[in-house]
């Protein structure tokens, strides 16, 4: 490391202690999720490290990937273990189930400080087209009979972290909620289920994206602080959709006639790029009336006191679907190298301070991949870009994102240089036909990070295009060169 750089991350590291140092403030209760789709992961010891010097002792995990799961041992921290929903069919023959909890969980004794096993995720998300709505079910009452086998019942509960498009309110309401119609038997079966085991309803509740998905929704309504109330009856109001939409599923449960239901929030956040409300000022914004909401422990009307919630999530994930919007790569409350990204205060406190960040990060060489200004076959261009984003990461490059106010020169090294470094900068990586060339010039501009990858720590690079996607790049360049 060059003696400035080092000189810099000393200071930063004093930063960091300095704020921590404060002993008034201990955490709130609040868990996080732990996603893995990303090429370059951080070692997750540094990471189980990082949550401690946080206080966070809760996370959620979407699979049980003994990677991580084995970093967790012995740490305190509190774990719910994911089973994908790909696995759902295979969960819902008992011997199956019984084989992952022998594996997954037993084989870990005691060192495991497994609280619930998250059976699917999302289920039943109407895009699934119910793909998943015979087998969640049973597939959940197999594990938890399979933990109560293992003489783990008592303490490991079973449970489906749902969507929260699996309930409605027909007039807007919150006390009107009730389960979507097409599934409430499926659901008042599994809530009742819960309901026996003392397991809870686990929801994910995303303001951001009820701000997203109609543009008639009123934005203030999306944060804590908005000074914008909606009506139920009986003069009961509500000040912002998280409460809302909370209290929405509280009356289906009660409706179903499990009224007492405990509820877990397995998934709340907000992005901060992808898309013109993914930003860093605003995901600032809501977390800073979260916390402190959740610091109060006021609860909503229908549960007053204390809320259980795991935010979404830890780390940006390079390789997330973006079919549900460009923000999907953007949820984390650290950056793709474990930085805190803007100033949280777990204790609620609304105190001006840092998260600890991950530390022993190490990165690639200093050196980005950019457009070569004299490259000649200019008329290749577009198939390689389209190469680059597919491959790699565009999703700073749209409308009110960070790398929105770039040139057309920078936005093609943009595409390029993320291509590049999600491939582990492999030299291979910067030819785009020649149009490349590699730099050790910083890119960056004023907002827009051209980031340098770090050297992973294990899992996946990112995946080679699929040779449909190359033939008809082929195809594409092919024309392309026949014209010219
Ligand atoms: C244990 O969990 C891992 C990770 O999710 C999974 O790949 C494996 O199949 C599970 N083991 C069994 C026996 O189901
Ligand atoms: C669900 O159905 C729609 C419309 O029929 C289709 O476009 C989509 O691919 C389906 N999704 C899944 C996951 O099967
Ligand atoms: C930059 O790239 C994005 C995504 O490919 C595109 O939508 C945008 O129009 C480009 N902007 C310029 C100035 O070329
Ligand atoms: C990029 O590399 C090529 C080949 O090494 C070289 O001819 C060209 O001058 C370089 N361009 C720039 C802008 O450095
Ligand atoms: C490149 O510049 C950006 C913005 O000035 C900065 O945040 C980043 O740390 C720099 N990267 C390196 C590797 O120096």
């Given at each position: 490391m060059a003696p400035l750089l080092r000189l810099l991350a000393g200071a930063a590291a004093l930063l960091?202690?300095?704020?921590?140092?404060?002993?008034?403030?201990?955490a709130v209760d609040v868990g996080v999720n732990w996603g893995s789709q990303l090429t370059h992961p951080l070692l997750p010891s540094s990471v189980v490290k990082m949550l401690k010097d946080n206080g966070i002792m809760k996370v959620k995990l979407f699979d049980a990937d003994p990677w991580p799961v084995e970093a967790l041992l012995d740490s305190g921290i509190e774990v719910m273990l994911g089973?994908?929903?790909?696995?759902?069919?295979i969960m819902s023959s008992y011997g199956s189930a019984q084989d992952w909890v022998k594996e997954n969980v037993t084989a870990y004794g005691d060192k495991l400080k497994l609280k619930y096993v998250a059976v699917g995720n999302e289920p039943f998300l109407k895009s699934y087209n119910g793909t998943f709505m015979k087998t969640t079910v049973p597939a959940l009452k197999n594990i938890q009979k399979a933990l109560d086998a293992a003489g783990l019942g008592d303490k490991v509960k079973?449970?489906?972290?749902?969507?929260?498009?699996?309930y409605v309110s027909p007039d807007d309401k919150p006390s009107s909620g009730q389960f979507r119609p097409d599934i409430d038997d499926v659901m008042t079966d599994m809530v009742k289920f819960l309901h026996d085991h003392g397991a809870p309803f686990v929801v994910n509740i995303y303001p951001f994206l009820s701000l997203y998905q109609s543009d008639d929704f009123p934005f203030e309504f999306a944060f804590f602080d908005g000074g914008r109330n909606i009506q139920d009856k009986d003069g009961v109001s509500y000040s912002n959709v998280f409460d809302a939409n909370y209290d929405t599923l509280v009356s289906a449960l009660k409706k179903a006639g499990v009224g007492g239901l405990k509820v877990v929030v397995g998934e709340v956040g907000w992005p901060t790029d992808g898309n013109k409300n993914a930003n860093m000022k605003l995901a600032r914004r809501f977390y800073d009336g979260l916390m402190k909401k959740l610091a109060k422990n006021e609860g909503?009307?229908?549960?007053?006191?204390k809320l259980d919630v795991y935010l979404f999530g830890l780390f940006d994930e390079d390789l997330k679907s973006i079919a549900p919007g460009n923000f999907e790569r953007h949820w984390g409350i650290l950056t793709y190298d474990g930085k805190p990204k803007f100033p949280m205060d777990l204790s609620g406190q609304g105190h001006d301070k840092l998260l600890a960040g991950v530390s022993g990060v190490q990165y690639l060489p200093h050196q980005w991949c950019v457009l070569d200004d004299e490259a000649k076959a200019q008329d290749k261009l577009p198939g390689n870009i389209q190469y680059a984003c597919a491959g790699g990461d565009c999703t700073a490059l749209g409308y009110g994102c960070s790398c929105d106010g770039l040139d057309e020169k920078s936005n093609i090294s943009y595409a390029f240089n993320m291509y590049f470094q999600m491939q582990d900068q492999d030299v291979r990586a910067c030819?785009?036909?020649?149009?490349?060339?590699?730099t050790d010039k910083n890119a960056s501009t004023k907002g827009c990070l051209f980031p340098v990858q770090i050297i992973s720590a294990g899992g996946r690079m990112a995946p080679a295009l699929r040779w449909t996607t190359l033939l008809a790049l082929v195809a594409h360049v092919l024309v392309m060169g026949f014209i010219v």
């Open positions: 960091v202690a300095v704020s921590h140092a404060s002993a008034w403030s201990s089973i994908p929903n790909d696995m759902l069919e079973a449970t489906v972290p749902l969507n929260a498009d699996v909503t009307h229908l549960r007053p006191g030819d785009f036909d020649g149009l490349a060339n590699i």
